[in-house]
């Protein structure tokens, strides 16, 4: 059970370059997010997702664009990247978000430098 | 709009001392409350959650969390801690958009 499944682990871009930060959980959670992670801030929530089709803003969404037309995958895109963009970013996952079963299970993230 | 607050950076504590880490949250309604640990270059793990009911929660490796809704608190405690305690704990709140506190790093000395 391979739970959420970060690519690439790694990333070097130039400023103004675009990307995109891929996601996969195989535990058939309908919940997944995006967060990134920087020094003092704890994590940030970028955008969520509560089913297939749906999607909705976190609290830091400029910037970043996602999709999610299947239950397994939530890519997340980087349009035009900037410095301030350089961060670790975590994709999470759970089988409820409204309940007992809620618990994030997270990938093991992406560590993205913007230069 | 729902936050967390993690007023300790950092906290030291010896090995076989107890631990408190400290979270205050604001929330409209009744909390979801969780607490993840965070090793060095690894995502997060759940260490405990509450919905509803008996105010202290049971976790894993020993933890416990005691919710107060009086003082808006949800802190995390060990009796005892040990060596591989030392990692980054973070308090989250919510449902949905779920938001987490700055983090706690804990040192622990031999």
């Known amino acids: 059970n391979a739970g959420v499944t970060q690519t690439p682990k790694f990333q070097v871009l130039k400023t103004g370059q675009s990307m995109t930060l891929q996601c996969a959980q195989d535990m058939n959670h309908e919940y997944m997010s995006w967060y990134r992670q920087d020094p003092g801030m704890g994590l940030r929530l970028i955008h969520y997702?509560?089913?297939?089709?749906?999607?909705d803003q976190g609290e830091v969404p400029n910037g970043y664009n996602v999709s999610r037309s299947t239950t397994e995958d939530f890519p997340l895109r980087l349009l035009s990247a900037a410095p301030s963009q350089t961060s670790v970013y975590f994709c999470?996952?759970?089988?409820?978000?409204?309940?007992?079963?809620?618990?994030?299970?997270f990938g093991s993230g992406t560590q993205l430098s913007v230069l | 709009a729902q936050s967390v607050t993690q007023p300790d950076i950092h906290i030291t504590v010896s090995e076989g001392a107890s631990l408190e880490l400290r979270c205050n949250y604001s929330?409209?309604?009744?909390?979801?409350l969780f607490w993840y640990v965070q090793s060095p270059g690894q995502g997060l793990q759940l260490l405990l959650k509450?919905?509803?009911?008996?105010?202290l929660v049971q976790g894993i490796k020993g933890f416990e969390a005691e919710f107060k809704r009086s003082q808006s608190s949800f802190n995390l405690r060990k009796p005892s801690v040990h060596w591989s305690d030392a990692a980054e704990y973070f308090c989250?709140?919510?449902?949905?958009?779920?938001?987490f506190g700055a983090g706690t790093r804990l040192t622990v000395k031999p």
């Open positions: 989250a709140v919510g449902a949905g958009d779920m938001r």
């Open positions: 997702s509560v089913g297939a089709g749906i999607t």
């Open positions: 999470a996952s759970s089988y409820s978000m409204t309940g007992y079963d809620e618990k994030l299970f």
């Open positions: 929330y409209g309604a009744t909390p979801y």
């Open positions: 509450y919905f509803s009911g008996d105010t």
